[in-house]
């Protein structure tokens, strides 16, 4: 079942495998956080990750924190060593979670790649966009809690 606005950030916890992490929902607590799902073998998340990354770099400064999760659509997507070049080749180099047992993804009630989660600095759900226009759908309301 999806998350509703206004639901608490949920765990992290039953990730397989951390990159440049790992990193807790208490963790981030006072701070504006997006939460990422993308999957190595998803056309749309590729054309989206240059504009996840200018987030993450340009809106550090403000207490945005960005979080990646890596949910595998096939059983393809599961290699690591897959994972870790598509890590390698987007520049992505904040928490990304590895979700090979779709545990955080359950935990989320998240079913798609890409989507974004939007948390305020309380750690309640905002805003959720996934599909093609994900991004572009989730920017107005991370422009709101920044406002």
Same mark, same amino acid.
């Given at each position: ?11 992290f ?11 807790a ?6 701070q ?6 993308w999957?190595?073998?998803?056309g ?14 340009a809106?550090a &400064?403000k207490?945005? /924190?960005? @979080?990646?999760?890596?949910?595998? !659509?096939?059983? =393809? ?10 890590i ?5 180099t ?6 090979n047992?779709?545990?955080?993804a359950?935990?989320?009630g ?6 974004f989660?939007?948390f305020?600095?309380?750690g ?7 599909? &093609?226009?994900a991004? /572009?759908? @989730?920017?107005p309301?991370?422009? !709101?809690?920044? =406002?």
């Open positions: 079942m999806p998350m509703r606005i206004g639901t608490p950030m949920p765990s916890e039953g990730a397989t495998e951390w990159r440049n992490g790992p990193v929902a208490e963790d981030l607590q006072g504006i956080t997006l939460v990422h799902f999957a190595a073998s998803c749309i998340c590729s054309e989206q990750m240059p504009r996840v990354n200018e987030w993450r770099d809106l &400064e207490g945005v /924190r960005v @979080v990646s999760v890596h949910m595998p !659509r096939y059983e =393809s997507d599961t290699s690591v060593a897959d994972v870790d070049a598509a390698a080749k987007y520049g992505l904040q928490p990304c979670a590895i979700d047992e779709h545990k955080i359950d935990a989320f998240n079913e798609f790649v890409p989507a989660y939007l305020d600095a309380e309640k759900l905002k805003s959720f966009s996934a599909g &093609e226009n991004a /572009r759908l @989730v920017q309301a991370l422009e !709101r809690l920044l =406002s």
